[in-house]
Nanobody
Framework: QVQVVESGGGSVQAGGSLRLSCTVS?????????MGWFRQAPGKEREGVAIIDLDDGSTNYADSAKGRFTLSKDDARTTLYLEMSSLKPEDTALYYC??????????????????????RGQGTQVTVSS
């Protein structure tokens, strides 16, 4: 069973930065998965933020994240990071890391599908104050 665990959330002032981390375990071959982040703010729909195809490294970001959020990964530790900069109050949300078997994900990968991924963590809170 694939397990996903996020960490790294917190409270920052607008314009600040945060790095979220996601570790995954229980997989057979990590490169056969797509991973990403989605978020949900109170009273709002889930929003896919970023996605990466772990086989070919292709990425995609939501328009709201482009130029401010960056995905990276540490292969040795099977950890996925979401570097967030120039944070805005509207980025305040519970952020989830998620994973899905790559064969179930349409190509080219799009961030919007991450919210529907099968495997997800418990979420980590990000709060941005003005």
């Amino acid at each position: 069973q694939v397990q996903v665990v996020e960490s790294g959330g917190g409270s920052v002032q607008a314009g600040g930065s945060l790095r979220l981390s996601c570790t995954v375990s229980g997989y057979r071959l990590l490169s056969s998965y797509c991973m990403g982040w989605f978020r949900q703010a109170p009273g709002k729909e889930r929003e896919g933020v970023a996605i990466i195809d772990l086989d070919d490294g292709s990425t995609n970001y939501a328009d709201s994240a482009k130029g401010r959020f960056t995905l990276s990964k540490d292969d040795a530790r099977t950890t996925l990071y979401l570097e967030m900069s120039s944070l805005k109050p509207e980025d305040t949300a519970l952020y989830y890391c998620a994973a899905e078997l790559a064969l179930r994900v349409r190509r080219p990968v799009r961030a919007g599908v991450v919210a529907a991924f099968t495997y997800r963590g418990q979420g980590t809170q990000v709060t941005v104050s003005s």
